[in-house]
T-cell receptor
């Protein structure tokens, strides 16, 4: 069966450290993988898109890797801040138009 | 980044009435727009996919006569919840897919049916 799993439901880290979130998938062949941030009561906010032929993408303090052999994407936030506290969602786009979402990881950055 | 707006951000209506929610891509043309529903502490559930000028494609279990979708242009899609009932109370979120494949979400609409 198809599954998209994010490593943990909740992750707590100390301010200034690097947060690493994991997204593993089975029985999908994504053409693109996207990461979103969602705050309570708000729609997801687009962060990064990485294509199947890209290994890594960066944007400011964010870094995403995509390993289609391992069927895994890692999402890193360096020098984390309390304002980074939110739920982070990975989403797969197989090219069939709609996104398939992971279960989400609730990140809390402790001052 | 690209902006998608939704209106209204929240609405309270009486059971049996209809509610229309608008979704606009403000600074880009969307090849496709999507409507999602989200229950508390759960992930987004896709309701339907719509392309400009054609009928929406609904996911299994979503009643197309209850959730009417109109995709009038490359920047506007509307979702009408007809004859709303309390069980339709939820958080509805639209998204728009850019030609470069990123999908941008609106801020969501909280619907409460009394």
């Amino acid at each position: 069966s198809q599954k998209i799993e994010q490593n943990s439901e909740a992750l707590n880290i100390q301010e200034g450290k690097t947060a690493t979130l994991t997204c593993n998938y089975t029985n999908y062949s994504p053409a693109y993988l996207q990461w979103y941030r969602q705050d309570p009561g708000r729609g997801p906010v687009f962060l990064l898109l990485i294509r199947e032929n890209e290994k890594e993408k960066r944007k400011e303090r964010l870094k995403v890797t995509f390993d289609t052999t391992l069927k895994q994407s890692l999402f890193h936030i360096t020098a984390s801040q309390p304002a980074d506290s939110a739920t982070y969602l990975c989403a797969l786009d197989t090219g069939a138009n709609n996104l398939f979402f992971g279960t989400g990881t609730r990140l809390t950055v402790i001052p | 980044g690209a902006v998608v707006s939704q209106h209204p951000s929240w609405v309270i209506c009486k059971s049996g009435t209809s509610v229309k929610i608008e979704c606009r891509s403000l600074d880009f043309q969307a090849t496709t727009m999507f409507w999602y529903r989200q229950f508390p502490k759960q992930s987004l559930m896709l309701m339907a996919t719509s392309n400009e000028g054609s009928k929406a494609t609904y996911e299994q279990g979503v009643e197309k006569d209850k959730f009417l979708i109109n995709h009038a242009s490359l920047t506007l899609s509307t979702l009408t919840v007809t004859s709303a009932h309390p069980e339709d109370s939820s958080f509805y979120i639209c998204s728009a897919k850019a030609r470069t494949y990123e999908q941008y979400f609106g801020p969501g609409t909280r619907l409460t049916v009394t």
